[in-house]
């Protein structure tokens, strides 16, 4: 399959793994990459510039695919020195930069300068057009259901991808929300040239995670994530467990006057706990509602191909046989 994702990017499949915290080391990513998608590791997982080199270093050993780099501008304790990751970047030959949280405008000229493309993560129409103006590549459109920070307007993907279609001349990827086949062909007839997926990607067996969290990604439904830190506008979806009961507890007696040192407990430091640990009452780690589609844990590879072929069975046989009028009685179950 060709779409503008992929003739962007130099891959063969348009499906991108989101740059996640704890879970996208260089197993992860180049796990994707060799599978013909988008890997990305997490930048600011990194503890340090110099360790961002050294994992840039191991996924290269790993693929001789395109990978990219997440770098996420998010309130923090405290901030990191993101022109030294962006060195890093550079200087590791990474050609591909996922950013997120706050516009990346003041880092888009370093960016640029040396041939980096980037795709800015956006949850809203206004600052995806916004990403479009400072240069940005490519768009990932995160939808209400996704998990990480949804942003505070609330608009699920079924309204937010075909409003980013009317309005966007870049290309973007539907995220949030996706998992299979069904996942990919939706978004790309709501106008996206490809998928973003987050949570799918945690239960493979690639992904570098305690086998803890792989579990409870299979055990839970779509009714099982919560919206936490809203009355902070840093709203994230995470998924339900006695650390987050607590946090909400917390947020309900303070409602209005919340602040993060009311929380910290509940969501600083968790991510390793969780990820490494295999604590999964620790608190807050994202996740999205997509986790109701997750009953097994494949290779990513095995993931990626069935996505892959059970697009092209939905495209070739369940669309055009409407056309031909003779697959109005078929269900189409979860072929990926
Ligand atoms: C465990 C986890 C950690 C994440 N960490 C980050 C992060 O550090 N930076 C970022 O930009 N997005 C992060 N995300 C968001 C993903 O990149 C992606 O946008 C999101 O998961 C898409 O929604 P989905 O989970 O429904 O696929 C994270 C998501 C998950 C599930």
Not at 30 to 40: D, E, F, K
Not at 60 to 77: A, E, H, I, Q, Y
Request: net charge neutral; hydrophobic share 45%.
């Amino acid at each position: 399959m060709k779409t503008a994702i992929t003739e962007l990017f130099g891959i063969q499949h348009p499906i991108i793994q989101g740059g996640m915290h704890y879970v996208g080391f260089a197993e992860l990513a180049a796990a994707v990459s060799n599978a013909g998608g988008l890997g990305i590791i997490t930048g600011l997982t990194q503890k340090t510039p110099e360790l961002l080199a050294k994992e840039i270093a191991r996924c290269r050993d790993m693929t001789d695919k395109p990978f990219g780099v997440n770098l996420t501008f998010l309130p923090s304790f405290t901030a990191p020195p993101y022109p030294e990751y962006i060195a890093a970047i550079k200087e590791g030959g990474v050609r591909i930069v996922e950013t997120a949280g706050r516009s990346p405008e003041q880092y888009m000229p370093v960016l640029k300068a040396v041939g980096i493309k980037v795709i800015h993560k956006c949850t809203s129409v206004r600052h995806s057009l916004k990403a479009e103006k400072i240069g940005c590549d490519a768009v990932s459109v995160d939808g209400f259901e996704c998990g990480g920070h949804p942003g505070e307007d609330d608009i699920p993907n079924m309204i937010l991808l075909p409003r980013a279609a009317d309005e966007l001349k870049v290309p973007f990827v539907a995220s949030g929300g996706m998992a299979d086949a069904r996942s990919l062909v939706a978004a790309l007839a709501m106008g996206a040239a490809g998928m973003n997926m987050g949570t799918r990607f945690i239960a493979t067996k690639e992904a570098p995670v305690h086998p803890n969290v792989k579990k409870a990604l299979v055990e839970a439904t779509e009714l099982d994530t919560r919206l936490v830190m809203r009355a902070l506008r840093n709203t994230e979806r995470v998924l339900k467990n006695k650390g987050v009961d607590q946090l909400l507890e917390i947020e309900r007696e303070k409602a209005n006057t919340l602040k993060i040192q009311d929380i910290q407990e509940q969501v600083a430091g968790v991510y390793p706990k969780v990820m490494v640990d295999g604590d999964m009452d620790a608190g807050a780690w994202s996740c999205g509602m997509v986790v109701g589609l997750i009953s097994d844990i494949p290779t990513v590879k095995e993931l990626i191909d069935r996505i892959m072929a059970g697009a092209e069975l939905i495209i070739r046989q369940r669309l055009t046989g409407f056309l031909d009028g003779d697959e109005a009685q078929k269900p189409v179950r979860a072929v990926a």
